[in-house]
């Protein structure tokens, strides 16, 4: 059974820090490309990071600068540190992994907000 379990997500005032966690399960991670998507309401999901089995990477220019996307295959996971925040970050944010299949996760919150 395949998973993708997102955590990390909560309310942080601009300007702070949010560390997003994906841990996944049933497939084989370590040759799956990983990526970070989110949704904010009435809007349509839009890619944030991604990063390629072989440790490549690729930011939306919105999050050039302040996010970093990076994995650990021992752990099976993917993460998104997300510094610099804004408020127009608000969103839910999907975990994706992609090869021969694509799967997602359900999502987390990640609101900034004062």
């Known amino acids: 059974q395949v998973q993708l379990v997102e955590s990390g997500g909560g309310l942080v005032q601009p300007g702070g820090s949010l560390r997003l966690s994906c841990a996944a399960s049933g497939f084989t991670f370590s040759i799956y490309h990983m990526g970070w998507y989110r949704q904010a309401p009435g809007k349509q999901r839009e890619l944030v990071a991604t990063i390629t089995v072989g440790g490549s990477t690729n930011y939306a220019d919105s999050v050039k600068g302040r996010f970093t996307i990076s994995r650990d295959n021992a752990k099976s996971t993917v993460y998104l540190q997300m510094n610099s925040l804004k408020p127009e970050d608000t969103a839910v944010y999907y975990c994706?992994?992609?090869?021969?299949?694509?799967?997602w996760g359900q999502g987390t919150q990640v609101t900034v907000s004062s």
């Open positions: 994706n992994g992609y090869s021969m299949r694509n799967y």
